[in-house]
Nanobody, 114 residues
Framework: QVQVVESGGGLVQPGGSLRLSCVAS????????VGWYRQAPGQQRELVAR???????NYADSVKGRFTIARDNAKNTVSLQMNSLKSEDTAVYYC????????WGQGTQVTVSS
């Protein structure tokens, strides 16, 4: 099982920015789809953004133009730069390695509030 560790969550005011990072303990990181999901209270977990092995990226419509996902295969890391944050972005954010049936981090709380 791949170990996945996230960092970078916290409290930010609306309009602010946060950067989430995730590191995975696998020698085969470059061969995995990687991504970020989130779960708000009372809601199902949803895809935020992901990068496929070939570099193609998917973003949820609600974050397009505000969030940017990036991966560094040399460092086994995937990041999520979040700009122009809104209150509706408040959720626990999870890093994923290998798709929905792959490995998950423990989650990091992002709270957008004034």
């Amino acid at each position: 099982q791949v170990q996945v560790v996230e960092s970078g969550g916290g409290l930010v005011q609306p309009g602010g920015s946060l950067r989430l990072s995730c590191v995975a303990s696998t020698m085969e990181f470059a061969f995995y789809e990687v991504g970020w999901y989130r779960q708000a209270p009372g809601q199902q977990r949803e895809l935020v953004a992901r990068i496929f092995v070939g570099g193609h990226m998917n973003y949820a419509d609600s974050v397009k133009g505000r969030f940017t996902i990036a991966r560094d295969n040399a460092k086994n890391t995937v990041s999520l730069q979040m700009n122009s944050l809104k209150s509706e972005d408040t959720a626990v954010y999870y890093c994923n390695i290998g798709g929905e049936w792959g490995s998950w981090g423990q989650g990091t709380q992002v709270t957008v509030s004034s």
